[in-house]
């Protein structure tokens, strides 16, 4: 299953609202995972099942969506959040990453 | 959950092999798998594979699957990702993450190692 992620990069301000999109070639149902990773660092785990906020994540993350397209939403920008952010299906095997969304400062 | 710990970073030649291990401190990887990612220099995230860490049984990425061997002590509570006939492309960040004990849909990657970088070069 391919995912395709737009826009590969943008340019926010503090306080601003981003949002990610992620497209799946098949249907996933709702198993998709997003990602952030700062440089030189492993993933960490943000939103599971599509809308879940993993234990620690603030709540200006959310996401949203079904089938095969599906959102990262981060309200109210902080500076911490300038960051790399991926998508991932878990519905099949092999697991399949989107090529990522760079969010950088404005 | 425990972090993992992988092992420290490997320069190859082509050709050869390399072993990568995954050490969960503190928790054991018993009733888990174990996934391992990769991340080419600037590049996305690419899995290559899954582990069910008591049983051993093995799922991987077509494009690794015959050079790829993925592997689990249970008495060290440490997995093992070893990948042989190296390329100058398979240098990477390679992550071991914490995984659930099947490969059923709607598992994700909660514990992550700290990564270990390989380098492929004559």
């Known amino acids: 299953i391919q995912m395709t992620q737009s826009p590969s990069s943008l340019s926010a301000s503090v306080g601003d609202r981003v949002t990610i999109t992620c497209r799946a070639s098949?249907?996933?149902?709702?198993?998709l995972n997003w990602y952030q990773q700062q440089p030189g660092k492993a993933p960490k785990l943000l939103i599971y099942?599509?809308?879940s906020l993993e234990r620690g994540v603030p709540s200006r993350f959310s996401g949203s969506g079904s089938g095969t397209e599906f959102t990262l939403t981060i309200s109210n920008l902080q500076l911490e959040d300038y960051a790399t952010y991926f998508c991932?299906?878990?519905?099949?095997?092999?697991?399949?990453f989107g090529q990522g969304t760079r969010v950088e400062i404005k | 959950q425990a972090p993992l710990v992988q092992s420290g970073p490997e320069v190859k030649k082509p050709g050869a092999s390399v072993k990568v291990s995954c050490k969960s401190s503190?928790?054991?990887?018993?009733?888990?798998?174990v996934s391992w990612v990769r991340q080419a220099p600037g590049q996305g995230l690419e899995w290559i594979g899954w582990?069910?860490?008591?049983?051993?049984?093995?799922n991987y990425a077509p494009n690794v699957q015959d050079r790829v061997t993925m592997t689990t002590d249970t008495s060290t509570s440490t997995a093992y990702m070893e990948l042989k006939s190296l390329r100058p492309d398979d240098t990477a960040v390679y992550y071991c993450?914490?995984?659930?004990?099947?490969?059923?849909?709607?598992?994700?990657?909660?514990?992550w190692g700290q990564g270990t970088l390989v380098i492929v070069s004559a």
């Open positions: 993450a914490r995984d659930w004990d099947h490969l059923g849909a709607g598992s994700n990657f909660v514990d």
């Open positions: 503190g928790q054991t990887f018993n009733n888990y798998g």
């Open positions: 582990i069910n860490f008591d049983f051993g049984n093995t």
């Open positions: 098949q249907n996933i149902i709702n198993y």
């Open positions: 099942s599509t809308l």
């Open positions: 991932q299906q878990s519905y099949s095997t092999p697991r399949t």
